[in-house]
């Protein structure tokens, strides 16, 4: 593998600097001469105007592999992370089989290491076949080569309190991580969108907020009450927002992820029945989006995760009902959470990294990911351009899928360069194609 | 026009144009030699029924015929909507058969509003999940025209179930469109959970939403409802909303009882309400046709579909 | 191409040439009527129907100079086509139908009538005869007419004529009526300069 002499980036919060990556590692900082590398073989990459991020870290995709191969597959999966700037994301457990055993989780470590476009940390899941009843062997799972730290039945939630707390207590002897799907059951009972005006007049049954509130309340105490940590994922509503600040105010383990879609999108959108706006937990009022917005700005959201969920075009070529609930996330993600944080003009690009990377790879622990371009760094980096956007046509993205929600839309800031432990896996926007480990 | 999805996409004059035209096809067939017109000869309507009833895909079938168009009836028999060949695929079939018109009756809401994306004909939306019934509603504003002699200005109360009503919504958008003042009535656990921007009124209370309503619309409570949770039972359910001969005399003399149908008597309607001479339930079922024949009228005439 | 303005009658907002004046509608409405008591023997068991607009306003004035000339009383009423015409699928704008008033006798055993104001294609008159067929059975039917601007596309004639116009197919007849308009006239607009 040859050096990567990265030209004039900017470094958030660090100026303009060069960055020297050898053997994976960041080698050099500061103003490097391609004069002074002759010999050495670096490629250069001319990065002048453009923004280096830590890459970007996702909590939550769905890869779909094993199971639905049609709509996803894990090496399909990381190439769309790639392309959306990532170099880990973090898989959920809900394939086919389950990942409920070593053997699964496994299988989906290798399969991502063999595509090599980005880090693949299985999420196990908590309870066997996400049914809710017994818990997984979460032991084994975090003892496997795949080493599971983060546990979620998400798609499900975890609804018996007593088997929460059951998890919640368990995992503590590997200092693991519950991430809930926060959604009472009984009140969603063939929920279809957000309830409200909306849903009232659409006649689609309604997904109360509720339902994820009281779920959230619930888990916090019982977080506190075992001294365990508690992962909230996707949590869409203003008040969840409230819960969370005023349990981290009191000191509580309790970490919370926002969705990209989350961050734009109202239920107003279901008006169209057009079902590739059908996600779960759904789209919220206006009021949700700006609280969600404020809460991430502020870190009382610590997290931006796609929920990247690939759906087969007969899944969503269909009456809304029928439908799965789940949108594209992996390439969308940044330009949406840069336009959540403030517009390309205005945006703090340390609180960027701070929500899509260093903090997500925290609360994954995953060690090699996360880290600003300092000289023996791993080099996992991607490279924005702040001023220029860009158009999502679904056909040119490099998901198996195309449900995006965002498609015609223009979005702000593009991904022009990732790189994973040193290695190009996107250049000038592009995939990079004869990619191996 | 080129579908009828909702009553909420009228605009009045459009509203106003379909009873008009309603009354108009009455005249037209009623009492004739021949009650049938050559309007619609040579254009082929689907219906497609994906939950059974009867009365509803008989009505369009009449009015179809009435207006010489061939009617297909396009067996839709799923009780699933993820069984069975996907709506998509029935859309691109009927598409390829060439119908100009299709009217659908769905369980799911919207898939009327879906099938639009895949056919170049009309569509009419005979009733989608929870979510509309436009024909329906233009029935009872008939219906109501004719008995009261308008709707500006008349109260109309819609008393049940009405979460689970598109009889209910359609109503509510149509009737206020049309200038009347339109209260709900039922209780909380039957009531949309968000109607602030509804342009309605909301009663928990029946007894006394009664004295000054023009007309009073019973919608069909399900027994099963009961073991949701939405209410106690049905004994309790019919002593606070049923409309019986107690709650009659509180109506001014000169207010209708309708009912969409079918009926549970005894449950939101006593049997002797049900058959009282203010009650318009069969008018209701009469005056389907003509507001059928005249929004097929519409929607197949107006050159968008040809 | 000479410029439309140039086209224009003094005092004719709309344009075109005028064909017929007032007098001249009342003359030949006058001979309709002399003409319809002579043809059918005095107008035993006859109703005269209009066909909308025009021919409506037409029908009752027949009817009224029959009831002058011969103080007999023919029963003018309404026969609406828009259901029977063959252009629907062609388009236009959203429209409402006209009413159709039949006179009291109904139209079974009788002698009707229609009434027109222009004859062009016979497609018109065709959609009334489908109409009035579904409607009864009619003894007779007879057909009277303002103007007859020729160019038939079905083997249609008129009984009662009151003004051959021979017309170019790009032209226009346009025929005004006090009823709904500001005078009676019938107007001749488009086609090339004659």
Redesign the interface.
Known sequence: MSDILIKGADLVGKGRSDVLISGGRVAETGSITAASLKGTGAEVVDADGLVLLPGLVDLHTHLREPGREDAETVRSGTRAAAKGGYTAVCAMANSYPVADTAGVVEQVAALGRAAGYADVQPIGAVSVGLGGERLAEIGAMAHSAAAVSMFSDDGHCVSDARLMRRALEYVKTFDGLIAQHAEEPRLTEGAQMNEGTVSAELGLPGWPSVAEESIIARDVLLAEYTGARIHFCHISTRRSVDIIREAKARGVAVTAEVCPHHLLLTDEAARSYDPVFKVNPPLRREADVLALRAALAEGVVDAVATDHAPHAPQDKDCEWAAARPGMLGLETALSISVLALGGPEDVDWDVVAERTSRTPARIARLEGHGHDPIAGAPANFTLVDPARSWTVVPAELASLSRNTPYAGMELPVTIQATFLRGRATVLEGKLVEETTV | ?KHLLTTKELTRD?AE?IL??TG??A??VSG???P????LRGRTVVNLFYEDSTRTRTSFETAAKR?SADVVNFSAKTSSVSKGESLRDTALTLQAMGADAVVIRHPAAGAPQRLTQWLDGAVLNAGDGTHAHPTQALLDAYTMKQRLGGIEGRTVAVVGDIVHSRVARSNVWLLSKLGAKVRLVGPPTLLPANLEEWPVEVAYDLDSSLSDADAVMMLRVQRERMNDAFFPTANEYARLYGLDERRLALMPDHAIVMHPGPMNRGMEIAAAVADSPRATITEQVANGVWVRMAVL??L?????T? | MVAPALRQTPGDPNGGKQILAADDIGRILDRIAHQILEKTKGAPDTMLLGIPTRGVALAGRLAERIRRFADIDVPAGTL?IT??RDD???????R??G??DLPQSGVDDQRVILVDDVLYSGRTVRAAL?AL?????PAQVQLAILVDRGHRELPIRADYVGKNIPTARNENVAVRLVEYDDRDAVILTGGEER
Not at chain 2, 36 to 39: A, D, F, G, N, R
Not at chain 2, 300 to 304: I, Q, R
């Open positions: 026009m459009e144009l008009e035209l108009q096809m005249d037209a004739r030699e021949v049938k017109l050559p309007t207006l009228y519409l197949l005439t107006n050159g968008e040809a | 609406d259901l029977y629907l699928r062609r388009g236009g704008a959203l409402a139908l009413p159709t489908n067929l579904d409607l009864g059975r």
